[in-house]
């Protein structure tokens, strides 16, 4: 059974911080790495993808990839309450048909 | 505007009772998903179908059924024989690729009485 697994949280920063959020996969094989912000009763939505190993900017949000060690990580940069949310690291499976989803990672920005 | 709608987003089922969620696209994608969320748990995979006229399960398609007669269109029925049908139901779609990232709908929450 491929896996994704993730700290369920929760992670508590304060207003400015960086917020660091981890994931590991057992896929090997796996070439396609993604995070989604969902917030509480609403569906996930897309925040970053990243498909080559090191580092992906994109504004306050920094993904990593690591596929030596199957390790994706997310750094959100100045967190804001608004950053408040469960977020989900995904993996494409080897196959390319099935994006198998973390349980989530549960971030409390504090004011 | 482009975007995956669901309906209904509230939905109630006695117990025996089929019901039917509805999940529409208009992004011509190819692919569409059904995921299965509970509580503090991440989306499972209910089944998936890439092309009209095919689809395959996921890993608990036991208790639930689907059809994918037109492109824009793939509803999900939730059986009887599905006992613990309480749930957060989510539709999603992708072009085809390995690079293609999924579009996710609303979202039904279902309840049994």
């Known amino acids: 059974q491929k896996e994704v697994e993730q700290n369920s949280g929760p992670l508590s920063v304060p207003e400015g911080a960086i917020a660091s959020l981890n994931c590991t996969y057992s896929d090997r094989g796996s070439q396609s790495f993604f995070w989604y912000r969902q917030y509480s009763g609403k569906s996930p939505e897309l925040i970053m993808s990243i498909y080559s190993n090191g580092d992906k900017e994109d504004g306050r949000f920094t993904a990593q990839l690591n596929k030596a060690s199957q390790y994706v990580s997310l750094l959100i940069r100045d967190s804001q309450p608004s950053d408040s949310a469960t977020y989900l690291c995904a993996v494409l499976d080897t196959g390319g048909f099935k994006t198998i989803f973390g349980a989530g990672t549960r971030l409390f920005v504090k004011a | 505007d482009g975007g995956i709608t669901q309906s209904p987003k509230y939905l109630f089922r006695k117990e025996g009772q089929n019901v039917t969620l509805s999940c529409e696209q208009n992004l011509n994608h190819d692919a569409m998903y059904w995921y299965r969320q509970d509580p503090g748990q991440g989306l499972r995979l209910i089944y998936y179908?890439?092309?009209?006229?095919?689809?395959q399960k996921g890993d608990i398609a036991e208790g639930y059924s689907v059809s994918r007669e037109k492109k824009e269109s793939f509803p999900l029925t939730v059986t009887s024989a599905q006992k613990n049908p309480t749930a957060f139901y989510l539709c999603a779609s992708t072009r085809r690729g390995l690079k293609e990232t999924q579009y996710f709908g609303p979202g039904t929450r279902l309840l049994v009485l």
């Open positions: 179908s890439q092309i009209v006229n095919d689809f």
